[in-house]
């Protein structure tokens, strides 16, 4: 649910419920009255009165605490009784905790400078993904190649925001203003000129209190900064699938107009409030928009490109092309991991404690589950383990959770990576059969577990129409597969998407770069 | 003087200098070599397919002593490098016709 709240009516009635709220105390059941911080102050006083040497020392504290409550005007549902059991610390992180397991927290002060926070904490680990892709594709690719796999992971990092702040980020939430040209949809110059140099104005929601769902809990420069990074990631999904014999300049070419156009077109049918958000499609941290867009175009680059040279013999045997280095694919997992506690986490768009919480836990548990269902899988099917499967398990776990991984449960999260980790190893060996090459497994990983995660979302949430989830789905790779396929086969057919034989053979890194990746 | 050229298992590269020390031979020139005799190569398996690596990582040690030493000398490289099974490596003599030690200019077996 990412569309600003702009429209008038929606942002009154949601601040009247807020208002409203904030007159029910959240308590746990045995409250029967209202809290009231005074007589629990005065009840606290008295009973310094008769109690030991120690038992004063704690009270007193009490004491001082409350009254720093009182005077701040934090709002508390609950004290401390005068024996101070059944409550836990008041002010600890600025929550109030009112029982034990089971009661729900309340919110404190400052929950719109915490989120932003988050936010652009996420916008930064969704940054350190680039560094895991580039580890990830350069690790699997083989030595002479490494060059240009960097090269490429540089240059899509680069066009990737700098498109976004041109034209991307406004073409992704038109604001509700769906006509073409110069000022509406596709405008250029984006909502971001229209902020000024402070970088203190938000985007909608001029309440700016405490409390989830009250405007967009981020100022505008974080709405667009983190989003910003989310686009270069469906480039690089892509620059996996076509390495080592993609010819670099038709590359740079295909990736320029696939970020910078394809990529917010596609988003704002759903997060920017378009056709799949009328349909109440569910696509949380993106599963379709980002990573089915990003796998099903590099399905089509695949088929224009041709697999690599070798690789698939007459007699229709397979010949492996091994990584060159194992350790740094391994890194690269682990470090789209660790990104993708942004990726996910800052889904949520605030720092609402709920969500966060059910988001880490779901989207560590799928990942897990996903290794353990690729290793299984593959261990079954090849009869050794193999490193590579169990890497992309990782990611096809996360990849499943992402559209889904505020509306799942525990248990769901573990069922959903689980199935991906299947998924991905068949996926893999049946394009590898198909003859179709995908060094890296993007489009295994990305595409189909992708499809998986969205469907997920009506298998696992509630509420959800698996057709809905479907459709988009199918909308979205289309999209990307017939927008991919166009661009590529233009450059197919004017300046050549691939190498020649001989570059191909001697190696990218001294064709096309004239360096080496590993020197003397 | 003789060019004893061996190749020999890598993790044997420690014993074998070893025993040359013992017998007095202190110089000698290592490279990271791959091949294969008669002992096959092993099958690796990447994503679902197999295939074969026929070359197989060896290490060529290169030491180049007096006449008299040379039987020495193969012996001591061979027992230290031999395990008994296949792969073990081979032991080759070859003549040389002069060594010039490049720092004082001595030649022959001076430069030794």
């Known amino acids: 649910m990412k569309t600003p709240l702009k429209y008038p009516p929606f942002k009154i009635i949601l601040a009247l419920l807020c208002g409203m709220m904030s007159f029910v105390p959240i308590s746990s059941a045995e409250d029967e009255a209202a809290y009231d911080p005074a007589a629990n102050l005065e009840q606290l006083k008295s009973s310094l009165d008769g109690a030991s040497a120690e038992d004063k020392v704690a009270i007193e504290s009490q004491i001082s605490t409350l009254e720093y409550a009182i005077s701040n005007e934090i709002p508390l549902s609950s004290g401390f009784t005068d024996d101070g059991a059944g409550s836990a610390s008041i002010l600890e992180g600025y929550l109030g905790i009112s029982g034990g397991v089971g009661t729900e927290y309340e919110y404190g002060a400052d929950f719109f400078t915490v989120s932003m926070l988050w936010t652009v904490i996420a916008a930064a680990l969704v940054f350190l993904m680039h560094l895991g892709f580039a580890t990830l594709e350069s690790g699997l690719c083989q030595q002479k190649n490494v060059v240009n796999v960097l090269f490429k992971n540089v240059f899509i990092i680069s066009i990737g925001v700098v498109t976004y702040a041109l034209i991307g980020f406004n073409t992704h939430y038109p604001l509700g203003d769906w006509s073409g040209g110069i000022e509406g949809w596709l405008k250029l110059g984006s909502p971001l000129n229209t902020l000024d140099d402070t970088g203190a104005e938000t985007f909608g929601g001029a309440d700016l209190s405490y409390g989830p769902g009250v405007g967009l809990c981020m100022t505008g420069l974080g709405d667009f900064i983190f989003q910003a990074m989310f686009a270069a990631t469906g480039a690089t999904i892509v620059s996996g699938a076509v390495a080592e014999r993609v010819k670099l300049t038709s590359f740079m070419i295909f990736a320029v107009v696939f970020v910078g156009l394809a990529y917010p077109i596609a988003g704002s049918w759903h997060w920017g409030g378009g056709v799949l958000a009328g349909m109440d499609f569910k696509d949380f941290a993106g599963s379709t928009v980002v990573h089915a867009f990003g796998g099903f175009g590099a399905l089509a680059c695949v088929l224009v490109l041709g697999p690599r040279k070798g690789k698939y013999q007459s007699d229709g045997t397979i010949k492996p092309i091994p990584p060159h280095s194992f350790p740094l694919a391994a890194i690269g997992v682990f470090l789209l991991m660790f990104g993708w506690y942004g990726f996910n986490g800052g889904s949520v768009l605030s720092a609402d404690p709920g969500p966060l919480g059910l988001v880490f836990t779901t989207t560590t548990l799928a990942a897990a589950t996903g290794a353990l269902g690729a290793i299984a899988t593959s261990w079954i099917m090849m009869k050794k383990p193999d490193l590579s499967m169990g890497l992309n398990g990782i990611l096809a776990g996360l990849v499943g959770i992402t559209a889904n991984a505020d509306v799942v449960s525990v248990g769901d999260s573990l069922l959903i990576g689980l199935i991906a980790g299947g998924i991905v190893v068949v996926s893999i060996i049946a394009f590898d059969k198909a003859k179709i090459d995908d060094p890296v497994g993007a489009i295994s990983v990305h595409g189909v577990c992708g499809i998986w995660g969205t469907i997920a979302v009506s298998i696992f949430g509630d509420g959800f129409s698996m057709a809905t989830q479907i459709k988009g789905a199918l909308l979205v790779s289309a999209f990307a597969f017939v927008f991919a396929y166009a661009v590529f086969y233009v450059l197919k057919v004017t300046i050549g998407v691939r190498v020649s034989e001989e570059e191909e053979d001697r190696g990218l890194d001294i064709c096309e770069h004239g360096q080496e990746a590993y020197g003397e | ?112």
Do not use: C, W
């Open chain 2, 1 to 112: 003087m003789k060019l004893i050229k061996a190749i020999i298992k890598p993790f044997k590269l420690e014993e074998v200098k070893e025993a040359l020390s013992e017998i007095g031979v202190e110089g000698m020139t290592v490279s990271e070599v791959k091949g294969f005799g008669r002992q096959k190569g092993h099958t690796e398996i990447y994503r679902g397919s197999e295939y074969t690596v026929d070359f197989l990582p060896k290490v060529k040690v290169e030491i180049v002593v007096s006449d008299e030493l040379v039987s020495k000398t193969v012996d001591a490289v061979s027992g230290a490098a031999k395990t008994g099974k296949i792969g073990d490596g081979k032991v080759f003599v070859i003549p040389v016709e002069d060594a010039i030690r490049i720092r004082t200019g001595e030649n022959g077996e001076e430069a030794l």
